[in-house]
């Protein structure tokens, strides 16, 4: 079944930049998306990407995709301490419903 | 726009009571989702309506949950009994699905419940 991965938690300081790293198995997955979750709150999407890209930016926000390794980044140049959050990853095909999301990666931002 | 509204934000209660959780979506918007997120099991979606009709239920845990969409602009989860593995946030999310491209969510602020 669909499946993504991400590592659990990742700590940098603050003017650093960040890596955030997501896996997917589903091959016909053609959205890719990130959305941030600050405490208390609800997700916030992000950026997502359609799959025939290789790559896109927004501001501080650099996405990668490999789509032959199934792989996503996202980078966060000049990480601030307001970015600490949890970011999960996410997929979905075209036309489908379902976005199938990681487990979130905690990003912790240190002065 | 507010946003997706959810309410209430904080609910306890005891095993064996009924809740009912709360959701507006954003105007405009024709399908909706319902999700519990846990530390255990992370993000799951629990039910998805498009145009107020329910289209996959599949995720809901069993019997004891149901949810309705009147109209467009109000659905409930209600979970009743509740249990204290019912202890969750649930989210209510929106979007605008015109049948293909990104389905782009918008989450509401969540729902904490703490079931004892």
């Known amino acids: 079944g669909e499946d993504v991965e991400q590592s659990l938690f990742l700590s940098v300081r603050e003017g650093d930049s960040s890596v955030i790293n997501c896996t997917y198995t589903d091959s016909s997955s053609t959205y890719l998306y990130w959305y941030k979750q600050e405490p208390g709150a609800g997700l916030q999407l992000l950026t997502y990407?359609?799959?025939?890209?290789d790559m896109k930016q927004d501001q501080r926000l650099t996405v990668l995709l490999n789509k032959k390794d199934k792989h996503l980044s996202l980078r966060i140049a000049d990480t601030q301490t307001g970015d600490s959050a949890i970011y999960f990853c996410?997929?979905?095909?075209?036309?489908?419903?379902?976005?199938?999301f990681g487990s979130g990666t905690r990003l912790l931002v240190r002065p | 726009d507010a946003g997706v509204i959810q309410s209430p934000r904080h609910e306890v209660t005891e095993m064996g009571q009924e809740v009912t959780l709360r959701c507006k979506p954003i105007s405009g918007h024709n399908s909706l989702f319902w999700y519990r997120q846990t530390m255990m099991r992370g993000l799951e979606l629990l039910i998805y309506?498009?145009?107020?009709?329910?289209?996959?239920d599949s995720g809901m845990p069993e019997d004891r949950f149901s949810a309705k969409m009147p109209n467009a602009s109000f659905s409930t989860l209600k979970i009743q009994p509740s249990e204290p593995r019912d202890s969750a946030v649930y989210f209510c999310?929106?979007?605008?699905?015109?049948?293909?491209?990104?389905?782009?969510?918008?989450f509401g602020a969540g729902s904490r419940l703490t079931v004892l």
């Open positions: 999310a929106s979007s605008w699905d015109r049948g293909s491209g990104a389905n782009v969510l918008t």
């Open positions: 990407i359609f799959s025939n890209m």
């Open positions: 309506f498009n145009n107020n009709v329910p289209i996959d």
């Open positions: 996410a997929e979905s095909s075209d036309s489908s419903y379902k976005l199938i």
